[in-house]
């Protein structure tokens, strides 16, 4: 066939389900499904109890005292040790990778200042791009050190602990910058995932869809036609909410725009896939409907948007390593608070892209097969 006019049809194709999209009225929702699946996830999911954060030592003192406060916190159903650093130079690679949540770091002089009846520094570095885990983790960092600070000066008299706390990425430590920098991929996964679950659809509760078969076109070029306008959709959204979660909730874009749009690129290529494949097997918009909710609400749960990944129970960590949502959300924050490029979200794109190749290939084949 010659590229022009097989080109010149997906184009039409596209159009087409751009107009469709827009005419079409509101959907009706069925309410026994989505709720059976939220109410399981929330359960297990949902909880803002931080407990076993992810922690790291460095103790340039390691005297008794500095050893003695250090094992409260391996003591503590609150934290987990990953590891004893070095020396202060590890501590942002240990960051940086998410290696750690906080890092603990006792100074060399921590011990003679306590005899010395002068205040002693514990120095706590948090993960400040989940501020919700970083000020509970706070929180239980100053009651273990202070506890402690008030046994050990119990029978000494001057100043004992003061802690001396930096957030990295969020110095602030506020929430609306956690929450809102991982909208724009919550964003495109409604706004992908309705569209494409409808599409295929629609068009067979109207009676319009074996119209569509029997035009000269072959099913890819249908598949690409639908897909086009739920990206593009989604892009614009996932963009615009960008630019309203910087320009009206102020919250700073530290990496760059090239960045951010190849991740809600091929995060929408992958829920594309997904949302064909439940459209594909749906007969009914009300079906459709139905299979996008079951997706979207587990999806939003398991991304690690609102509770952090590492609270949820093991075999619920590991459903999210196939869920698109997970590495979406990471790459979002990391392009708004982290300052990344194209280079350092690569990490996220590359499971986004395998994921995107496997839902695509699937809800073709399917789609192939439901039409003959």
Same mark, same amino acid.
């Given at each position: ?16 389900? /751009? ?9 009706? /929702? ?14 297990? #999911? ?20 500095? &050893? ?5 916190? #391996? ?5 987990? +040790? ?8 590890? =501590? ?8 750690? &949540? ?9 011990? @003679? ?60 430590? !506020? ?25 295929? @659809? ?19 070029? =249908? ?12 892009? /614009? ?21 090239? @960045?951010?749009?190849?991740?809600? !690129?091929?995060?929408?290529? %992958? ?10 097997? %749906? ?6 409907? +139905?299979? @996008? ?36 959300? %990471? ?35 399917? /789609? ?5």
């Amino acid at each position: 066939m010659n590229p022009r006019l097989w080109l010149r049809q997906v184009l039409a194709l596209a159009l087409k389900e /751009f107009l469709t999209i827009l005419k079409d009225p509101k959907s009706r /929702f069925v309410v026994i499904g989505p709720p059976l699946v939220q109410f399981i996830v929330f359960g297990y #999911a949902a909880t803002f109890d931080v407990t076993h954060v992810d922690y790291a030592i460095v103790d340039e003192d390691r005297s008794p005292e500095s &050893r003695d406060l250090l094992s409260r916190f #391996a003591g503590s159903e609150n934290f987990s +040790l990953v590891g004893e650093l070095g020396s202060v130079n590890a =501590i942002a690679t240990s960051i940086d990778t998410q290696e750690s &949540r906080l890092v603990i770091h006792v100074g060399s002089d921590f011990s @003679a200042r306590l005899h010395a009846g002068r205040t002693a520094e514990v120095q706590v570095i948090l993960d400040g791009r989940s501020s919700n885990v970083a000020g509970i983790a706070l929180g239980y960092v100053q009651a273990i050190v202070g506890e402690w600070g008030r046994e050990w000066g119990s029978a000494r008299p001057g100043p004992s602990i003061e802690v001396v706390e930096r957030a990295w990425f969020n110095p602030s430590l !506020t929430s609306r910058w956690f929450i809102v920098g991982g909208l724009p991929a919550q964003i495109a996964l409604v706004v992908v995932m309705l569209l494409t679950s409808l599409s295929v @659809a629609r068009e067979r509760e109207q009676g319009t869809f074996d119209q569509t078969l029997v035009t000269p076109i072959d099913s890819l070029q =249908i598949l690409i036609g639908k897909a086009i306008p739920p990206l593009l959709l989604g892009l /614009f959204d996932g963009l615009l909410l960008s630019a309203g979660a910087v320009h009206w909730f102020g919250v700073p874009m530290t990496g760059t725009l090239f @960045a951010l749009t190849a991740v809600l !690129t091929v995060y929408s290529l %992958a829920v594309i896939g997904i949302g064909l494949f439940v459209s594909s097997l %749906a007969t009914t918009m009300q079906q459709g409907l +139905l299979g @996008a909710f079951i997706v979207i609400m587990p999806a939003v749960l398991l991304s690690g948007f609102t509770t952090p990944i590492e609270n949820m129970p093991e075999w619920l960590q590991l459903a999210t390593v196939a869920n698109p949502a997970r590495y979406a959300v %990471a790459g979002c924050r990391a392009v708004f608070l982290e300052g990344a490029d194209l280079t350092a979200v690569g990490r996220y794109l590359l499971p986004m892209a395998i994921m995107a190749t496997l839902t695509l290939s699937a809800s073709g084949w399917l /789609f192939r097969h439901r039409s003959r």
